[in-house]
Nanobody, 119 residues
Framework: QLQLVESGGGLVQPGGSLRLSCTAS????????IGWFRQAPGKEREGVSC????????NYADSVKGRFTISRDNAKNTVYLQMNSLKPDDTAVYYC????????????WGKGTLVTVSS
């Protein structure tokens, strides 16, 4: 079964950090650009960050620039999203997806991991 699995979500206080992981089963990530997306309650899903196949290129939503860092380890078949200086507005379900650079036509999606930023 081809699937992506996110992990690392949880409850964190404002200003705190979390690292999300995205792993694949049934296929390898090294043929795809990988994106992180999020959907907050009552809002549409939005793109957060995207990383190219080699890891040499990446982009970020303006709302997370300077706070979030995307990276990948193709040997471990894993992509990470390091999230620092978290804000309550970052509360959302975070999804990873695999597709073409710069993250369009996403072919595979995970089921998401919940990040809650609250004191």
């Amino acid at each position: 079964q081809l699937q992506l699995v996110e992990s690392g979500g949880g409850l964190v206080q404002p200003g705190g950090s979390l690292r999300l992981s995205c792993t694949a089963s049934g296929f390898t990530l090294d043929s795809y650009a990988i994106g992180w997306f999020r959907q907050a309650p009552g809002k549409e899903r939005e793109g957060v960050s995207c990383i190219s196949i080699s890891g040499g290129s990446s982009n970020y939503a303006d709302s997370v620039k300077g706070r979030f860092t995307i990276s990948r380890d193709n040997a471990k078949n894993t992509v990470y999203l390091q999230m620092n200086s978290l804000k309550p507005d970052d509360t959302a379900v975070y999804y990873c997806a695999a597709g073409a650079w710069p993250c369009y036509g996403m072919r595979y999606w995970g089921k998401g991991t919940l990040v809650t930023v609250s004191s």
